[in-house]
């Protein structure tokens, strides 16, 4: 069973709302996370590497202004709608939707104030905490009055985190979250020495605006060919990859299964994903750039954390044969990703 304590971690500016932070501390025997009221940020979490040592491994800020400050969405729950809409549109019954354009000429994780920029209210649970949140009709552009639980819990090694929502009318929805990773701890240079593998036969090629073209292409033969492990710093030399912010077609069916596995050898740290999304967007931190002063007074340059991002296709809204990431009242969006935490 896991431990919850509860603290004050700053007041928000009068220019976002004001209101009271609080960060909750879940801890069990190998694995502590400190989760925000802000956004259902993780902004720490601590797991044992070979040695039984303890290692913060995810990028963040030790204090609330640098969360208040533009930064890309380090350990937030995304949405309305994670990822990329093209140009910030899509019709739904004959409707056009404009959306804010915040990532050039797309609208990305729900806009220019998404449920990683508001308070939260937060339920404390015997092994977690619940967030709750009423995202009203219109906000950002999206139609119908949203319920949506965002619910933490830690069982040993083992992070669960279960999406729940319910609309009042028909709307898009994909929730994810946004932690970047570095197995190493936060703060280590690169990524480099990290070994992924993904377990997914195909992936969607994007535009240079990082929308998908529609293809589903196959793995076999590519440098997306993840489902045996790769490290990745060698990897990407060996296909002159600049990184990757790809979505990764995961097995049908809502049941929880394996879809990637990250393991840093020096360390022996491991990371497991399971999830019952459709989809899992590897991203490699391309756009960090150093500029940005982290924990402890960290650096975070390029390819200094990775993303498994579990979550609807990019786009979906507006490519049919893609799944349909649609919620009509009376339904429940309902999913939950796993991070399993272990050495090797």
Same mark, same amino acid.
């Given at each position: 069973?896991?431990?919850?304590?509860?603290?004050?971690?700053?007041?928000?500016?009068?220019?976002?709302?004001?209101?009271?932070?609080?960060?909750?501390?879940?801890?069990?025997?190998?694995?502590?996370?400190?989760?925000?009221?802000?956004?259902?940020?993780?902004?720490?979490?601590?797991?044992?590497?070979?040695?039984?040592?303890?290692?913060?491994?995810?990028?963040?800020?030790? !204090?609330l202004e640098g969360y208040t400050r533009?930064?890309? $969405?380090?350990? /937030?729950?995304? #949405?309305?709608?994670?990822?990329?809409?093209?140009?910030?549109?899509?019709?739904?019954?004959?409707?056009?939707?404009?959306?804010?354009l915040n990532n050039g000429p797309n609208s990305l994780h729900g806009g220019a104030r998404g449920f990683d920029k508001v308070l939260w209210s937060p339920q404390i649970l015997p092994n977690g905490v619940c967030f709750y949140r009423l995202s009203p009709d219109g906000e950002e552009g999206y139609p119908g009055e949203l319920k949506v639980w965002v619910t933490y819990t830690l069982n040993g090694s083992e992070l669960a985190i279960n999406y729940r929502a319910q609309?009042?009318?028909? !709307?898009?929805?994909?929730?994810?979250?946004?932690?970047? $990773?570095?197995? /190493?701890?936060? #703060?280590?240079?690169?990524?480099?020495?990290?070994?992924?593998?993904?377990?997914?036969?195909?992936y969607l090629p994007v535009d240079d605006t990082k929308i998908p073209t529609g293809e589903v292409a196959a793995v076999q033969g590519t440098g997306f060919d993840l489902r045996q492990p790769v490290q990745l710093g060698k990897h990407l030399k060996q296909f002159h990859l600049d990184g990757f912010d790809h979505n990764f077609c995961l097995p049908l069916g809502r049941a929880r299964r394996l879809v990637a596995r990250a393991h840093h050898p020096p360390s022996g740290r491991t990371m497991e994903v399971h999830t019952t999304q459709p989809g899992l967007q590897f991203y490699t931190g391309n756009n960090l750039d150093g500029s940005l002063k982290g924990k402890g007074a960290a650096t975070y340059p390029k390819h200094?954390?990775?993303?498994?991002?579990?979550?609807?296709?990019?786009?979906?809204?507006?490519?049919?044969?893609?799944?349909?990431?649609?919620?009509?009242p009376g339904e429940e969006y309902n999913h939950t990703t796993w991070l399993c935490f272990g050495t090797a």
């Open positions: 069973m896991a431990e919850v304590k509860r603290e004050n971690f700053g007041h928000m500016p009068m220019e976002d709302g004001g209101g009271e932070v609080e960060k909750f501390v879940l801890q069990s025997d190998s694995v502590r996370v400190e989760i925000l009221s802000l956004g259902c940020i993780i902004a720490a979490l601590e797991t044992r590497d070979r040695a039984k040592q303890f290692a913060d491994i995810v990028l963040g800020f030790d !204090t533009k930064h890309p $969405f380090f350990g /937030a729950v995304v #949405g309305r709608v994670a990822n990329r809409i093209a140009k910030g549109k899509f019709t739904m019954d004959g409707k056009e939707y404009q959306l804010f609309t009042s009318k028909k !709307t898009p929805i994909s929730l994810t979250n946004h932690a970047y $990773f570095n197995l /190493a701890g936060q #703060g280590s240079p690169d990524i480099y020495d990290h070994e992924i593998s993904i377990e997914a036969d195909s200094s954390a990775f993303c498994l991002e579990t979550q609807n296709w990019p786009d979906a809204v507006n490519k049919p044969h893609f799944p349909s990431p649609l919620l009509l």
